[in-house]
Antibody
Framework: EVQLQQSGPELVKPGASVKISCKTS????????MHWVKQSHGKSLEWIGG????????SYNQKFKGKATLTVDKSSSTAYMELRSLTSEDSAVYYC???????????WGQGTLVTVSA | DIQMTQSSSSFSVSLGDRVTITCKAS??????LAWYQQKPGNAPRLLIS???SLETGVPSRFSGSGSGKDYTLSITSLQTEDVATYYC????????FGGGTKLEIK
């Protein structure tokens, strides 16, 4: 069974950084691209970017370039997203999502709530 | 960037109704269209990929259609468990989601 287990909620101060993890199991980690999606409270979904775990190649939504950095640790089958220079606009639930046999998002993590507050 | 527009942000329906949710892309996306269902507090769930392919385990009352720029998600005989927000997503050129359509019971 494919599982994506994300790290717990974060409360961070404005200007700080946060790193969220997405630990995977049930499949070969390097065979599928991992994406990250933002959902602000009561709002729609925004694609942040994706990473190829096999070679570390990344693709970002222009809006999140400089804000988000995607990495992976193949040894632990875990994907990471670091968000920096946080403001209240970054308060949201962040999801990791794995592609299926095509480019759609077949599997999702449970989400990580990031709250930016002094 | 390709924009995805769901014309209705919400509407009220009755149990047993047939529901149609529409999604329009700003350019041709060649059936690279997925539909997701999201219930409060939960992650989105993939329902349909490739505009028409139902995911394993999704009830057959769900179906997708469309081509070019215009796509539709249909639910025949709405059940209580179908009350949720539905999002379309294009994956022809990077990835973009629609604004969502929330179904509520009358």
């Amino acid at each position: 069974e494919v599982q994506l287990q994300q790290s717990g909620p974060e409360l961070v101060k404005p200007g700080a950084s946060v790193k969220i993890s997405c630990k995977t199991s049930g499949y070969t980690f390097t065979e599928y691209t991992m994406h990250w999606v933002k959902q602000s409270h009561g709002k729609s979904l925004e694609w942040i970017g994706g990473i190829n775990p096999n070679n570390g190649g990344t693709s970002y939504n222009q809006k999140f370039k400089g804000k988000a950095t995607l990495t992976v640790d193949k040894s632990s089958s875990t994907a990471y997203m670091e968000l920096r220079s946080l403001t209240s606009e970054d308060s949201a639930v962040y999801y990791c999502a794995r592609t299926g046999t095509g480019a759609w998002f077949a599997y999702w993590g449970q989400g990580t709530l990031v709250t930016v507050s002094a | 960037d390709i924009q995805m527009t769901q014309s209705s942000s919400s509407f009220s329906v009755s149990l047993g109704d047939r529901v149609t949710i529409t999604c329009k892309a700003s350019e041709d996306i060649y059936n690279r269209l997925a539909w997701y269902q999201q219930k409060p507090g939960n992650a989105p769930r993939l329902l349909i990929s490739g505009a028409t392919s139902l995911e394993t385990g999704v009830p057959s009352r769900f179906s997708g259609s469309g081509s070019g720029k215009d796509y539709t998600l249909s639910i025949t005989s709405l059940q209580t468990e179908d009350v949720a927000t539905y999002y379309c997503q294009q994956y022809w050129s990077t990835w973009t989601f629609g604004g969502g359509t929330k179904l509520e019971i009358k």
